[in-house]
């Protein structure tokens, strides 16, 4: 297929938009849900189709059911305008990867990027366009469950994720072969959510807006992605859905954005839920006066955008309007070369899903995501020949769970959990015992994803009680416990926040019942936020995440030392649910000296600080060395420093580079993320790793200028292995 030119694009748009009538345009903007278990409703959106009333549906998921459904829209529709398929593909399609937040924990982009070259290619074989991710949303409050699907609470890790992310869905340009429209969400501030409370408003400072919660966008949108996500909740008192300043005096007139713009589920119709539009009518104005594009239907519930005709005639929006919104979600399906190649070739689509090389990126990323958070007389590696070994809890042999949230389209059959990953590594005389512990609690309320297979968590044990004294004398018989706790998948993720960051259920009574065994326990925490283990000390402790479809066999590798951890936590993990929110980056304040003891109670350090993970080996940091102790604003130095493998083992290090500006317009954190690298070792080697420092690092939005500056002033520089790391030379910027 061969790309068209922007001016043949845009002479094939003309030509549509001469021949549309209100009603076509209106049905271009509109994204329509396809529940399979719904039949009715398919029934109702095939119509919709045959009309000419809809321009893309989402949630068809079955390459055999997008090729009908495009043959109506391209056969059977007046103008046979095909249709853009969207779906969620988050982290994988049929092969699944960890979870995004589990990937940011590499702190290798290269993770994401491969990771979700896969995902795009599964994804575009089966017929589907485009993904609603990635999710760039900054987190800073873990009790938010969709903190899992972004990349941690720090702008500089967050927008290298974001545009690695990118890269991977969409290659070099939209329409690229077996990729897809990338389409970063939700614009924007929706991860500062009250209480962490899902859909609850956010009120987000100007300072933090730019400095915190849009870079990521920006990275997102600098690596090409063609689609913007509008989120659901009140932005500073307007709803992010009809907020002008953010879709079109940011997003357009700043940022230049040319792609098209999608609400979130329903969240048009909703500003009339918010209190903000009158009316059903009202909201569709107001959305596409704020600058949407294209509106994705409430599931089950009225469009909002079928009212635009009324608008026209009514003189509520002008023709020009429509057009510009209608000619940006055209010029998206002629660059995806939709009216060339509309539908789907079956054999292939079954083939991709299917590709062995996709498992191993799989099983490769879930290894390098894993944080090693704890290894006391250096527990692990375990030996493949340990003798016995007691697999312990309700995630180990879950399948459903071991894949996370966000996944529909996996087979649980395939899913190696990490029971079956310790029984398939461990050496043949090991003895590998196995009990679920204690059962995972219901949730309050439904998941709107949950459905009968979605839900099937643990339901295997009968009586905790009885599973508790019999995970104590497994563990006794045994010459290391491994416990696999956390969240089911149900608990985290949309609709999933949690007020606590304590082990559901009778988690934490098991783990320390079994601690009281003497037996050495490894505990493997399977979920994506922290969690508060109440001062209980396994021997060794690793954050596995959701690790995907091969997590089993990565976890086993890790375990036996067949691959070295080389993690960091992309978050503060705050000792309690009362420090948060706890961000590593924060200002210096009153009494500097009391920094420690803010709360009468507790202190304000955090358990493990972000970027903090331990490896196999160890590693030693030399003085960094700077091109220049003085630079002019504007000019870039260069910083290098020395990082030696001190220990026995190859292993990964990810070099951080963090600066704090002394004085300036306005104050600034303590410290800040300006540069990570990471680097893979031999026992022995020293590596000379370089960061740039420029104007792209030491500029930001001064909330005294109103603008972005870079100061005159002194900036203090420290490298080392995660966020504790001490400043130990520093520069002068001047003019
Ligand atoms: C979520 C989005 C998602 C959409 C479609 C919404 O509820 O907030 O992130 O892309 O549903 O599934």
Redesign the pocket.
Known sequence: MTQMTDAEIRARVDNLLAQMSAEEKAGQLTQYFTFSRAPDEVARVEDEVRAGRAGSL??VSKAEEIDRLQRIAVEQSRLGIPLLFGY?VIHGLRTILPVPLAVAASWDPAVAEEGQAVAAAEARAIGLHWT?AP?VDITRDPRWGRMI?GAGEDPVLGSAMAAAQVRGFQGAFIGAPGRVIAGP??FAGYGAAFGGRDYDEAEISDNELWNIYLPPFKAALDAGAGNV?SA?MGLNGVPATGNRWLLTDVLRETWGFEGFVVT??GAAADLATHHYAADLGDAAVRALDAGVDME?APPFGEAAYRTLPQALAAGRITAAQLDTAVRRVLDAKLRMGLFEAPYVDLGAAAAMLAAPAHRAVARRAAERSAVLLHNAGGLLPLSRDTGSIAVIGPLADSARDTVGPWVFEQDDNETVTVLAGIRAAAGPATRVDYTPGVTMPARLHKS?FEDDVHAQTQRLVVDDDIEIANSVRLARAAEVAVLVLGEAHIMIG?HASRSSLDLPGRQQELLEAVLATGTPVVLLIMTGRPVDLKGAEPAAKMMIWYPGTRGGEAVANLLFGAAVPGGKLPYNWPRNIGQVPLPYAQLRSFRPDWAQERYWNEGNAPLYPFGYGLSYTTFSYAAPRLSADRIAPGKTLEVTVDVTNTGPVTGDEVVQLYIHQRYGSAARPVRELKGFQRVTLAPGETRAVRFPLGPGELSYWSAARRDRVQDETCIDVGVGGDSTAPFMTSFEVAG
């Open positions: 989402l949630f969620d609603f999710m699907e969400k939700h996500m659901y979130d589920a994705m709107i949309e």
